[in-house]
C-alpha cells in the first residue's frame, strides 16, 4: 500500500489492483493502473511516498450496500478464471482486489475524519460505480463509492455529495441511494449509452425525490456543456444541499481520445471539474473530497488526466 502525502492530500493503491486479470484485450486492464502510477513517479511533487496498510472490509461495511448472497458469491470464487457478467471477469486474486478496492476508500475516509488527510484520490480497480445490490456489472463487482459512503455515515458525516462525470451513467450508485435523501447524487454522462439508465427524469424516490439529478449528454458534447451543467445544475446542486464530504466517482472516459465513448473532454477539463468541486469542499466541508478512480481507457489521456485532476486536489 502506497500513500502519498503533501498538502494532506492522500493518494492509496495497492499492488493486489494489478493482480484482477481480466485477459487479454480487455479495456479494464492492469496496464490502466501501471500508467498513472509510472506517470505519477515522473512528477516532482509526487516522490514522498509514506506505506500504509489497506483495510479489508467487514462484511458489516459491504452489507450497508449489497445483499449476502452477492458477498458470498465474490468471497467464494475459487481459483479458476470466469465471468461475473457479460463484461466482468474475474481470475484467482479477484476477490482480494475487490475487496481490498472497497478497503482503499474506507482506509481514506478514515484518514480524512481523523484530520490526518484534507483530501485524495484512490487508485483503485476493479471500479465501482455500476456494481448493484446484488451482482457484478460493467467491470464493476463492489460498489466502492457507495460503501464508502456509507461507511462514512456511519462515522458521523451525514450529508454525502457524489458526483460522477464517469461517462457512463453510475447505475448502481444511484440505486443505492434513490430513496435517500442524505445522498446526493449526480452523474454526467454520455446519453443514451451504457448501461442505458440515467434519464434527466430519474429525480428519486420517496423522500429521495431532488437528491438524484442526472445530467444526460449527447454524442459530441464537450466542454461548453459541461462547463453549463456546472453553473446551471452541478454547483447550485451542490450549495443548495450543503454537503458535509464530498466523494467523486472519477472515470475519464469522456476524454476526447477515450476508444469507449463519444465525448469530446480534454485533460484540462478535469482540472476545471477539480477546481469547482474543491472550492465547494472549501466552502461547505473543511476540504474532504475523496476521488476514486473509475473508468478511463486511453492510457495516455487517463494517466494524464488523473494527475491533472490530484495536482489540482494537492494544489
Ligand atoms: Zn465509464
Not at 461495511?61 to 467464494?76: F, G, M, R, T
Not at 484540462?268 to 471539474?273: D, L, Q, R, T, V
Amino acid at each position: 500500500m502506497g500513500m502519498y502525502k503533501k498538502m494532506k492530500t492522500g493518494l492509496v493503491t495497492d499492488k493486489i489492483f494489478l493482480e484482477h486479470d481480466t485477459g487479454h484485450g480487455h479495456p479494464e486492464s492492469k496496464e490502466r493502473l501501471e500508467s498513472i502510477l509510472l506517470y505519477l513517479q515522473s512528477k516532482s511533487y509526487t516522490k514522498d511516498l509514506i506505506e500504509i496498510d489497506a483495510k479489508i472490509p467487514t462484511e458489516e461495511d459491504i452489507l450497508k450496500v449489497h445483499s449476502l448472497a452477492h458477498y458470498n458469491k465474490i468471497k467464494s470464487l475459487s481459483e479458476k478464471k470466469g465471468y461475473l457478467d457479460g463484461d466482468t471477469p474475474y481470475s484467482a486474486k479477484t476477490t482480494e482486489a475487490a475487496l481490498k478496492a472497497v478497503g482503499a476508500g474506507i482506509e481514506m475516509a478514515d484518514r480524512i475524519i481523523n484530520r490526518e488527510l484534507e483530501n485524495g484520490m484512490v487508485i483503485v480497480r476493479p471500479p465501482g460505480h455500476h456494481a448493484e445490490k446484488d451482482h457484478a456489472m460493467g467491470f464493476c463487482i463492489f460498489n466502492n463509492i457507495a460503501i464508502t459512503a456509507k461507511y462514512i455515515q456511519s462515522k458521523g458525516f451525514k450529508k454525502i455529495a457524489i458526483i460522477d462525470w464517469d461517462v457512463h451513467h453510475g447505475n448502481g450508485t444511484e440505486n443505492a441511494f434513490y430513496d435517500d435523501d442524505s445522498v446526493l447524487f449526480i452523474s454526467t454522462h454520455q446519453y443514451p449509452f451504457y448501461p442505458g439508465s440515467g434519464s434527466e427524469s430519474d429525480t428519486g424516490l420517496g423522500k429521495g425525490v431532488g437528491y438524484n439529478l442526472n445530467i444526460p449528454m449527447q454524442r459530441g458534447s464537450g466542454m461548453s456543456e459541461f462547463k453549463k451543467a456546472f453553473e446551471n445544475k452541478i454547483i447550485p446542486g451542490l450549495e443548495k444541499f450543503i454537503p458535509d464530504f464530498i466523494l467523486i466517482s472519477a472515470g475519464f472516459d469522456a476524454h476526447i481520445n477515450d476508444p469507449l465513448a463519444n465525448l469530446e473532454l480534454t485533460t484540462k477539463s478535469y482540472e476545471i471539474f477539480t477546481e469547482q468541486l474543491k472550492s465547494i469542499a472549501r466552502q461547505y466541508c473543511e476540504n474532504r473530497i475523496i476521488s476514486f478512480l473509475e473508468g478511463g481507457y486511453d492510457l495516455k489521456a487517463l494517466s494524464e488526466s488523473v494527475e491533472a485532476h490530484i495536482s489540482v486536489l494537492a494544489g
